[in-house]
């Protein structure tokens, strides 16, 4: 494989030192930018953009031509394995994804197949493969799944929601059910994860969008528990480099301390943790990422340039932080302000990397 170009993203996720903190974007590639949009008219709509690895690696690349970022994120979506275990994703215009078939019984779980991540998720892998190959070492190939949690709450509900009524059910209803759902998933993640490792992939992140919407006890034996599984079961080095692991959690900040014990290199923030509480917190066990309010990109130059010194600030000197934003870039950014926020990371980062 080509050499790496730039790997300070790989290095700030394992505590090495880097020149300026690296910085890419959750969601880089998606519809604040003007070419996404048409990329998808090209390709007819969201999933055919998913399964044709050519578009796929179209859009990765898009934010990567008009931004200095330090890594880009494979192009796909979350929902990639409950589809591949024969629910049926597809997406309504302005509603989001859906299940065409749900699970609501132990029947009905017991009865879902793990997937094969190359022959039912194969698509993603070339995909992989086809990013690598494009990015020809510029930078880091980022691959990633939902978390089971947050992938159960899918598939329970049928799409997205704003209470988790049927999941939470079922996770004090009928905890067997859930556990077994939970269990399948971790296996199928693992496999995932573990394909796109081998398909080119230099570091990945579980999402675990839902998990903040959980108890603390609940959090612990339903979606960390699994997470920490999936963990161990992750090809952590290939060809002949480590291979990062990120966990986030949205709305885990009370969690922090649980989660750097999960085995991953570094943990994801959101917004609503100050990251130099967290360093203080979490120790030097994992490298943080984050976590910049993704609507101050809404805001003027000045402003995002301010906030992005004050989140430099409060972590402080020395590696271990790879800037991001607190969860997804929103469609209605200006693509220049996206830019101000990339810029203004390295040109104030360097003087904490001296």
Not at 4 to 10: A, S, T
Not at 38 to 58: H, I, Q, T, V, W
Not at 189 to 194: D, E, G, H, S
Not at 227 to 253: A, N, Q, Y
Request: a neutral charge.
């Amino acid at each position: 494989m080509t050499a790496l170009k730039n790997d300070r993203f790989l290095r700030a996720l394992l505590k090495q030192p880097v020149d300026v903190t690296p910085v890419w974007m959750m969601r880089q590639a998606g519809r604040y930018l003007p070419e996404y949009r048409a990329s998808r008219a090209k390709a007819g709509d969201f999933m055919s953009l998913c399964k044709n690895p050519a578009f796929a690696c179209e859009v990765t690349l898009q934010p990567l031509e008009r931004y200095p970022l330090d890594a880009a994120i494979l192009f796909s979506d979350i929902l990639t394995v409950p589809d591949a275990m024969g629910l049926g994703l597809y997406f309504e215009t302005g509603e989001g994804p859906r299940f065409k078939k749900t699970v609501s019984t132990l029947a009905d779980i017991e009865a879902l197949p793990i997937p094969d991540a190359q022959q039912d998720l194969g698509y993603v892998m070339d995909a992989v493969s086809t990013i690598r190959r494009e990015l020809n070492g510029r930078v880091p190939l980022i691959g990633f799944s939902g978390s089971p949690w947050t992938l159960a709450t899918y598939m329970v509900e049928g799409g997205s929601s704003k209470d988790f009524r049927k999941s939470k059910a079922m996770l004090y209803d009928n905890p067997q059910a859930m556990h077994l759902l939970l269990d399948k998933l971790a296996q199928s993640v693992t496999a995932y994860l573990n394909g796109q490792i081998l398909a080119g992939a230099q570091a990945v992140q579980i999402f675990d969008s839902w998990g903040g919407s959980l108890s603390a006890a609940a959090y612990q034996e339903f979606s960390l528990a699994y997470m920490r599984k999936i963990v161990s079961g992750l090809i952590r080095e290939h060809d002949g480099r480590k291979v990062p692991v990120i966990l986030f959690t949205k709305g885990g900040g009370l969690w922090l301390e649980s989660i750097a014990d999960a085995g991953a290199d570094a943990l994801g923030l959101d917004w609503t943790c100050d990251i130099g509480e967290a360093r203080r917190r979490v120790g030097s066990k994992v490298a943080l990422q984050g976590n910049m309010d993704p609507t101050v990109l809404y805001a003027n130059p000045q402003a995002i340039r301010q906030e992005v010194s004050n989140i430099l600030a409060s972590y402080g000197s020395g590696t271990g932080h790879v800037f991001n934003l607190g969860h997804g870039i929103t469609p209605e950014v200006d693509p220049a302000n996206a830019g101000v926020f990339i810029e203004a990371v390295h040109e104030m980062s360097a003087k904490y990397h001296q």
